[in-house]
């Protein structure tokens, strides 16, 4: 494969895209599980301090279903594939291979011996789905998370068009227009407080919550940014000509709405930090990997970055991320062989 410069170098894996190989006996210096904003963003650093790279993506990006990402400079209003296309392009350029596939296990080895690296560095051997490995010095976790979006009728098939999540995402899109939000919760009301910034004509569904539920505070906010209270629960959503027209309680009721905000359930990728060994932290949005300010965990040699650490991750923020835990892999494996060619 070919950097920037024009020079070959080896890389860590061989085959066609969508095969499922093992490493050659040298391994890889980095593998990065996960090929989204903080993954290639993570990739492209390492592949620029020229570490031999391999991005491990099973295709599965959180924005998918968005037809576009809002508030990243430069940036504003590229599609999700456009904007992962060109970063698949940009660390190509720098000798990075990027592998489609899915990352079922991980362990570590005993030594870097294992890795063929030869530092005394502890490795890490990743099985592929398809039964192929590969062994690396340090790993980068850029798995993300799932939304689990609220069991009503409709939501699912609309999410990322007019059943939305996040106002910073998509609020400028749909300013002005009737807003409804479905009470689904603990953050509810601060969601239905927020979207009232992006238009005056906002509805909150109580849906299963019950009104005495919410607090005085939370009653005189909502009155304070206009935000209109309806009890009931959501039976499903009106639609018209394919773009939604209301929504619909289960009393019969049909409430004239053109977007509707939801809050998912966070259901972050963690399986292969738990295998590890990871600390994780319990949080209102689910249990995230205890890292320091560069990403790395409590297993040494993984780092973790995007949404594998906290829901709220914006693209801007995961690329951030990705690089940060590049920028300190690259210094630990530098200071690492340092160490060791000094030793003894």
Known sequence: MTEKSGRTRDGCAH????AHVAGTGDGCDVVVVGGGAAGLSAALVLGRARLRTLVVDAGEPRNAPSSYLQGYLSRDGMSPAAFLAAG??????YGVELLAGRVTDVARDGTAAGTGTGTG?????????GGGTVRARRLIVATGLEDELPAVPGVAERFGRDVL??????GWEVRDQPFG?????AMSVHQALMVSRWSKDVTFFLH????????DQDLRRLAAAGVGVVPGEVAGLVVEDDRLTGVHLADGSVHARSVLYVGPRPVPRTGLLERLGAELSETPFGAYPVVDPTGLTSVPGVWAAGNAVGFAEQVVHAASGGYRAAAAVVGD????????ATAG
């Open 15 to 18: 085959g066609t895209a969508g």
């Open 88 to 93: 698949r392009e940009e660390i190509a350029g």
């Open 121 to 129: 560095d502890t490795g890490f051997t990743v099985l592929l789905d």
């Open 165 to 170: 999540h996040c106002p910073f995402c998509h």
């Open 181 to 185: 939000v479905l009470a689904s919760g």
């Open 208 to 215: 299963t919550v019950a009104e005495e539920e919410l607090s």
């Open 333 to 340: 494996l530098l200071m690492t062989d340092l160490d060791a």
